[in-house]
């Protein structure tokens, strides 16, 4: 990395620098996000990632976004701690379906003495598919962090949600410093952090303002950036909040892109109710990566089908995949995997 592109990266954004970066017209905005994801990326590139719920719903913790929670009434499944078996078959699926990360989320507030052979068996399962493995299961102490660094979990999830000022109006059970500590433990045990947070709960732009902050002045910026846009679930406390402005959401993604700028940004929950248009402009707002598969933990996903067109009309290809082939062609040729798979009934879909 040249000088110029090193002094790009810092842990010392001041808010009235990053709310300046908020005010700018929004081509200005875009301009400058694509300029500096440029000189760290492929702008044609984008990293795809699968996540499965591998236990959902009765979470003792409060988020207030959050249908997984115990405490509101949202009609969802719950379901035990799947069986180390499946999960590596449903990672074998995404693997197979174009993912190069295969992410596993748990509803706990942290995992358990108990639970901790079957999740460090499910990591070793899926890394040694070759696949990059990705966990979220909660607060973590320090052991744990490095038990799961030793059985090769690649990336630890646990996002900062919204601004430290905010923060309480989402969540009561656990303290902002609570998620500061799990990613320092995270970080030490060498595990790579993957941390961001939902956007459109009710918040202010200073809260917006405030989370890409918190994220930026982390000693080490977040290899991974999930920016998620609420999806409002009836039976939540936030089913009934406002609606974000979609250009605030795109805002959000081009800062993030800008005040890190060699982590990935990743466009998470809420792409569904985002149309082929919108998600274009979030990746030349500076978005790459995102999840795909038919749901997002519980939330609605758009298929892995619909991605791949849209990566095909964008000329988008995926980060690390079929590398051996000509760039314009791997999109065109995902599309026709996923639909050969979809004919074979073999396609991962959680919603059944
Ligand atoms: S976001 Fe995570 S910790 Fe919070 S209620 Fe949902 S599953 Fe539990």
């Not at 609570?178 to 045990?189: C, G, K, P, Q, Y």
């Not at 993604?253 to 800008?258: E, G, L, N, P, T």
């Not at 000509?326 to 004919?343: C, G, H, S, T, W």
């Amino acid at each position: 990395m040249s000088a110029i592109t090193e002094n790009l990266i810092r842990s010392n954004w001041a808010a009235v620098e990053v709310q300046a970066l908020f005010d700018l017209p929004f081509n200005d905005l875009m301009f400058k996000a694509q300029t500096v994801h440029r000189q760290f990326f492929d702008p044609n590139t984008v990293q795809i990632s699968q996540l499965l719920s591998i236990k959902t719903g009765a979470c003792p913790e409060d988020c207030k976004y959050c249908p997984q929670s115990t405490r509101y009434d949202t009609g969802l499944k719950v379901e035990p701690l799947m069986e180390v078996d499946h999960v590596i078959e449903e990672a074998r699926a995404a693997k197979q379906s174009g993912a190069t990360r295969f992410c596993m989320g748990a509803a706990w507030r942290s995992p358990k003495k108990k639970d901790m052979p079957y999740v460090v068996a499910m990591v070793e399962g899926v890394k040694s598919l070759g696949l990059e493995t990705c966990m979220t299961l909660g607060m973590l102490t320090e052991g744990q962090s490095q038990e799961l660094a030793a059985a090769g979990l690649d990336y630890y999830n646990h996002n900062l949600d919204t601004s430290p000022e905010y923060y309480e109006d989402i969540i009561t059970t656990r303290t902002y410093g609570d998620r500061l500590t799990t990613l320092e433990n995270v970080r030490s045990a060498g595990m790579k952090v993957c941390s961001g947070g939902i956007v459109g709960m009710g918040e202010e732009l200073k809260d917006r303002v405030g989370l890409l902050m918190q994220l930026a002045n982390l000693p080490v910026h977040p290899e991974s950036v999930p920016i998620n846009m609420l999806v409002k679930v009836d039976g939540t406390p936030l089913d009934n909040v406002d609606d974000l402005e979609p250009f605030d959401f795109i805002r959000t993604i081009a800062v993030a892109r800008i005040l890190m700028p060699k982590s990935h940004v990743r466009l998470s929950a809420g792409r569904e109710e985002m149309n082929e248009q919108m998600q274009a402009m979030t990746f030349l707002a500076g978005a790459n990566s995102i999840f795909y598969g038919e749901k997002l933990l519980t939330t609605p996903n758009p298929s892995a089908n619909k991605d791949m067109e849209l990566f095909a009309k964008l000329g988008i290809k995926p980060e690390g995949y079929a590398q051996t082939h000509r760039p314009e062609d791997e999109a065109a040729m995902l599309v026709d995997k996923i639909q050969q798979q979809e004919n074979d009934a073999v396609f991962y879909n959680a919603a059944s």
